[in-house]
């Protein structure tokens, strides 16, 4: 992988993590066009690079981080299913993360939900946090975001709005619990694929980190208050979108898929 192409993942990583588009998607879309998605480097680079989105997260709400030992219990429980359920099902989901067209149809099936999400749920004004039972629901959405494409923040929020949290609680709290998620992930992943890591590779990773981090903390900041104005539709068109194109391209023929 040249700087150039981890620059780019990093951007990417940095500007949909938090967005209901699915990084992921994205990042295995652009590895696959540029020919880079077969690389075992890639995919450690991809899922370690969510550790700079991580810190943006840390840095932005830590007032928020600094709370009784409850906020840590309810994102431990709302952890806890993804948890088992990606240690049980790695090999099967690291396949996934090697098909373009699982992720075209995840794009194109998720866009739809988004652009009607807003008329399922009409927005309450609520006044306290997220329960314990509630959290644990949210954790079993995130679940379904373990098939690229569908976006953890989407489900995790879609999960957060099924409770009755408004938009900014939901987006939030899926901020929240994409800490320990994505910490849980990068760590598992560095502890399985260190010994193939190159000197040049550490320089990779600190780069990509660096503007993962930087990416993030405006992201996030714009996208709350997009959310909070205008909801989802935006993303829903755009989810649709791309899957056509890239359903498109592979109905032409166009070599997306890792070899």
Do not use: W
């Not at 696959?32 to 709400?61: A, D, H, P, R």
């Not at 429980?77 to 993804?82: G, I, K």
């Not at 079993?140 to 709005?161: E, K, N």
């Amino acid at each position: 992988m040249s700087l150039f192409h981890a620059i780019i993942l990093a951007i990417i990583e940095g500007l949909t993590e938090f967005l209901p588009v699915s990084s992921t998607g994205h990042m295995i879309i652009y590895s696959s066009l540029v020919g880079i998605s077969g690389s075992e480097f890639t995919k450690l680079f991809t899922v370690n690079i969510q550790f700079g989105c991580i810190l943006s997260v840390l840095v932005l709400y830590r007032r928020r981080f600094l709370q009784t030992t409850h906020f840590y219990l309810k994102l431990f429980v709302a952890f806890l299913p993804a948890a088992v359920i990606g240690f049980l099902l790695n090999d099967f989901i690291d396949s996934l993360l090697e098909n373009v067209t699982v992720v075209a149809v995840t794009l194109l099936l998720g866009g739809i939900v988004l652009i009607y999400i807003d008329r399922i749920f009409k927005e309450l004004p609520r006044d306290y946090d997220v329960t314990f039972p509630e959290a644990v629901k949210i954790g079993f959405f995130q679940c379904v975001a373990m098939i690229p494409g569908v976006s953890r923040s989407a489900a995790t929020i879609i999960g957060g709005m099924f409770q009755g949290l408004t938009r900014k609680q939901a987006a939030e709290f899926s901020f929240f619990l994409a800490v320990p998620t994505m910490a849980a992930a990068t760590g598992y992943k560095l502890l399985k694929s260190y010994k193939t890591i190159q000197a040049d590779d550490v320089q990779l990773l600190l780069i990509g980190n660096a503007v993962a981090f930087i990416v993030g903390l405006l992201a996030i900041r714009g996208f709350v208050g997009f959310l909070t104005r205008y909801g989802f539709k935006v993303f829903g068109y755009y989810r649709i979108a791309l899957g056509l194109i890239l359903l498109g391209l592979l109905a032409a023929g166009v070599k997306l898929e890792v070899v």
